[in-house]
T-cell receptor
Framework: DTGVSQNPRHKITKRGQNVTFRCDPISEHNRLYWYRQTLGQGPEFLTYFQNEAQLEKSRLLSDRFSAERPKGSFSTLEIQRTEQGDSAMYLC?????????????FGDGTRLSIL | AQTVTQSQPEMSVQEAETVTLSCTYDTSENNYYLFWYKQPPSRQMILVIRQEAYKQQNATENRFSVNFQKAAKSFSLKISDSQLGDTAMYFCAFMFLLGQGGSEKLVFGKGTKLTVNP
């Protein structure tokens, strides 16, 4: 169990640029989640995959955001035309399907700063 | 909609003492799960303790225990014998099933910043 891995750890970009983050879940976990955490707040759910299928998207996920999990393993989260309000920590979590109390394991997150 | 409220933005405790963090939630669901997560400064979020709503017995994990009051929709965390390493943000979180095989997204509170003083 190597844990959930997220890259990069930090991303600084100018407003209007596109950014992409990557998440590698724990290998035997088929569920993958993206959350966004702003300063002083708890994480907010963005989207969820079971294997390669994106089963739920939050209304927080505007059309500038897109997430993929092409082979049911790693996932990418892309933000197009970034805005100041996109500055946040983006957290990825994974869990194993089965009993409903399987905990979600979180990565270290990618901190996005928009200049 | 489900909401989670943590009414204590910050708390502090002396090393070796006991502290209780409060959490209330609002839901119409009957089958759900509650969690406390710990997020140390600049480190990843880790699970501290979890409670199934259908279980009346309060969960315990070593120095961590919960007081789950389902009727009052309250889920407090007690940390006994506080240690310096307990300094962190603590998040209360709620999870329910969206149908069989459905999403199990977590709904988090805003967190309580706990500082353990030597």
């Amino acid at each position: 169990d190597t844990g959930v891995s997220q890259n990069p750890r930090h991303k600084i970009t100018k407003r209007g640029q596109n950014v992409t983050f990557r998440c590698d879940p724990i290998s035997e976990h088929n569920r993958l989640y993206w959350y966004r955490q702003t300063l002083g707040q708890g994480p907010e759910f963005l989207t969820y995959f079971q294997n390669e299928a994106q089963l739920e998207k939050s209304r927080l996920l505007s059309d500038r955001f897109s997430a993929e999990r092409p082979k049911g393993s790693f996932s990418t989260l892309e933000i197009q035309r970034t805005e100041q309000g996109d500055s946040a920590m983006y957290l990825c979590a994974s869990s194993r399907a089965g009993a409903s109390n399987q905990p979600q394991h979180f990565g270290d997150g990618t901190r996005l700063s928009i200049l | 909609a489900q909401t989670v409220t943590q009414s204590q933005p910050e708390m502090s405790v002396q090393e070796a003492e006991t502290v209780t963090l409060s959490c209330t939630y609002d839901t119409s669901e009957n089958n759900y799960y509650l969690f406390w997560y710990k997020q140390p400064p600049s480190r990843q979020m880790i699970l501290v303790i979890r409670q199934e709503a259908y279980k009346q017995q309060n969960a315990t994990e070593n120095r961590f225990s919960v007081n789950f009051q389902k009727a009052a929709k309250s889920f407090s965390l007690k940390i006994s014998d506080s240690q310096l390493g307990d300094t962190a943000m603590y998040f209360c979180a709620f999870m329910f099933l969206l149908g069989q095989g459905g999403s199990e997204k977590l709904v988090f509170g805003k967190g309580t910043k706990l500082t353990v003083n030597p």
